[in-house]
C-alpha cells in the first residue's frame, strides 16, 4: 500500500495563494500535492492562504455543498481540529456572502483551542467556536439549526496508513463501542436540528455499525429520510454503500472516509435561542484594519516574524504597522525606529529554528 498522502484546500478569500498540486475532485479548492513540504516555513500557510486537511476528508464538504439549502446556521458539531469548519466557512462565504452563522463546537477541552487558533487563522468573522456537550447544545437551541455536520469520534480504521496510535488503539470491541457512543451523540444535538434540516453524519471508519447501519437508526429512531448517495466519483475509487460513500486508503488518493446525509422528518419545536446562550470563546481573529500602514516582508524577516523574534525595519512609518508577506497580513508589530515590537500571538509562534 502508497504512504500516507499530503493535500491542501486553499482559501478562496485570500487570493487562493499557496502550493501548486493536482486538483481534488470532489473540492473546488483541494489540491493533491506531490510530495510534502515542509508547511512550518511557508508563511502562507501561517496567514491561513490554505489549511492542511486529507482530501478525503473533503468529501464532507462536497456533501454540504450538494444538499445544503438555506437558511444558513450550521454546526459542526466535532469540529477540532478545525479541517470541516474551514471548509464549510468557505463554501458559506461564496455561497451567502455574510449571511450565515456557523458554530465550530468541540467538547474536548484539550482540543478546543487549536480548534479556536484555526478558525482565527482563516479568518472569517461569522464563525463562532464553542465547547458545550451535544446534550446541551440539544436541549439549549431547539430547532436553532438548518445544518448539523457530525463527523462522530470512531474507530479510526481509515487513519491506519496515516496514524500509527490508531492502530494501537483498535480492538474487536471498539466499533461496537463508537457505535454507542455515535448513537448518544446523534440523539442528545437531535433537538437541535429543526425539521426538514439536513444531517451530514461522517466517520473516518470502515466499520458499517458505525456508518450505515448508524445512519438507518438515526433515520429509524431519531425521524429522518436518507438521503441515498449517487455515484459521481467511481473513477477515483469511491464507492457507494447502502446510505453513503465509502472512501478507502490505497483505493482514494487520499484516508478512509464514510459520509452520508439525511433530511429531519420529526418535529423540531423551536426555542428563542441564539450562539451566545452557548457561550462561545472569545474570538481570536485579527483584523487588520486598511488605515493601519502596511509593510511587506521577505522569506526571512516574515519567518524571524512568526519565529517572535525583533525585526528591524528603518524604511517603514513608526507606530503600528501590519506585516505581509506576499501582501497577505500575518500581524501586526509597533515600529519604536531603532526595533519593532514583535506583536504576533505566542500561541501561534513558531516552536522551530528559522
Avoid at 475532485?25 to 500535492?33: C, K
Avoid at 461569522?126 to 470512531?154: E, F, H, Q, W
Wanted: proline share 7%; charged share 25%.
Amino acid at each position: 500500500m502508497a504512504g500516507a498522502s499530503t493535500s491542501i484546500r486553499l482559501n478562496p478569500f485570500k487570493g487562493c495563494d499557496g502550493p501548486e498540486g493536482t486538483p481534488v475532485p470532489w473540492s473546488p479548492y483541494g489540491r493533491m500535492l506531490a510530495e510534502r513540504p515542509n508547511f512550518t516555513l511557508d508563511p502562507l500557510f501561517h496567514a491561513g492562504c490554505y489549511y492542511v486537511q486529507d482530501s478525503s476528508a473533503m468529501f464532507v464538504g462536497h456533501l454540504f455543498r450538494k444538499y445544503a439549502e438555506s437558511p444558513f446556521r450550521v454546526l459542526d458539531l466535532c469540529a477540532a481540529p478545525g479541517g470541516k469548519t474551514t471548509d464549510l466557512a468557505a463554501s458559506l462565504r461564496e455561497a451567502c456572502g455574510a449571511s450565515f452563522e456557523l458554530t465550530a463546537n468541540e467538547v474536548m477541552k484539550a482540543r478546543v483551542s487549536v480548534l479556536a487558533d484555526n478558525v482565527g487563522v482563516w479568518g472569517d468573522p461569522n464563525v463562532k467556536v464553542t465547547s458545550a456537550d451535544p446534550a446541551v447544545i440539544g436541549r439549549l437551541m431547539k430547532g436553532y439549526y438548518d445544518v448539523i455536520v457530525a463527523d462522530v469520534p470512531c474507530s479510526g480504521e481509515g487513519m491506519f496508513r496515516k496514524d500509527p496510535r490508531a492502530v494501537a488503539e483498535w480492538s474487536p470491541e471498539l466499533p461496537q463501542i463508537c457505535a454507542a457512543r455515535q448513537r448518544r451523540i446523534l440523539a442528545d444535538v437531535w433537538p437541535a436540528l429543526k425539521e426538514g434540516g439536513l444531517l451530514i453524519y461522517s466517520t473516518c471508519t470502515y466499520e458499517d455499525c458505525e456508518n450505515d447501519s448508524n445512519l438507518e437508526w438515526a433515520a429509524r429512531e431519531l425521524g429522518g429520510d436518507i438521503i441515498h448517495p449517487e455515484d459521481e466519483f467511481p473513477q477515483y475509487g469511491v464507492r457507494l454503500t447502502r446510505c453513503g460513500s465509502l472512501l478507502k486508503a490505497g483505493e482514494v488518493p487520499g484516508e478512509g472516509q464514510w459520509a452520508g446525509a439525511l433530511r429531519k422528518t420529526s418535529s423540531a419545536p423551536s426555542a428563542r435561542c441564539n450562539i451566545s446562550d452557548l457561550r462561545p470563546l472569545e474570538s481570536r481573529l485579527q483584523l487588520f484594519d486598511e488605515k493601519i500602514p502596511r509593510v511587506e516582508l521577505d522569506l526571512q524577516q516574515a519567518l524571524r516574524y512568526l519565529h517572535r523574534d525583533s525585526l528591524f525595519l528603518p524604511d517603514a512609518p513608526k507606530g503600528m504597522l501590519v506585516v505581509c508577506y506576499r501582501q497577505h497580513p500575518l500581524g501586526f508589530a509597533k515600529n519604536l525606529g531603532t526595533r519593532c515590537n514583535n506583536l504576533y500571538p505566542k500561541s501561534r509562534r513558531i516552536q522551530m529554528d528559522v
